[in-house]
């Protein structure tokens, strides 16, 4: 069975979509301690300073979306967690300490 994947970063106040993966950028989760890094490549300049000024106000999710499955959904916090960029390389790094992973098709029918 098939399997997408998916990671979105939006602004928590206003859910504006900050940077979407499936707008073809590569990204990994890298888990170290408390902390997990999630590296996503590729992104442009202002996306990645639009998500460093806002650090402080994200949601992360990561959406599993294998072929006749349900989705999975994981929300990751991050807090007071690292946010940086590098405009030369096109790197965003998230730092987030904690997961929240739900079914939705487990709450709606």
């Known amino acids: 069975m098939?399997?997408?994947e998916r990671v979105l970063v939006k602004h928590s106040v206003t859910g504006r979509m900050l940077v979407?993966?499936?707008d073809?950028?590569?990204y990994t989760f890298?888990?170290?301690?408390?902390?997990?890094?999630l590296t996503i490549n590729g992104v442009p300049e202002d996306?990645?300073?639009?998500?460093?000024?806002?650090?402080?106000?994200?949601?992360?999710?990561?959406f599993e979306e294998p072929?006749?499955?349900?989705?999975?959904?994981?929300w990751y916090y991050v807090g007071d967690n690292?946010?940086?960029?590098?405009?030369?390389?096109?790197?965003?790094?998230?730092?987030v300490q904690s997961e929240i992973e739900y079914r939705p098709d487990q709450y709606w029918e």
Do not use: C, W
Request: aromatic share 8%; glycine share 10%; charged share 15%.
């Open 30 to 37: 890298d888990p170290q301690g408390e902390l997990t890094f």
């Open 2 to 4: 098939a399997q997408e």
């Open 47 to 62: 996306q990645g300073t639009a998500v460093v000024a806002l650090k402080s106000e994200l949601n992360v999710f990561r």
């Open 20 to 22: 979407n993966s499936t």
């Open 82 to 95: 690292p946010v940086t960029y590098d405009a030369a390389s096109g790197s965003l790094t998230i730092a």
């Open 24 to 26: 073809g950028f590569a």
């Open 67 to 74: 072929a006749g499955g349900p989705v999975i959904k994981h």
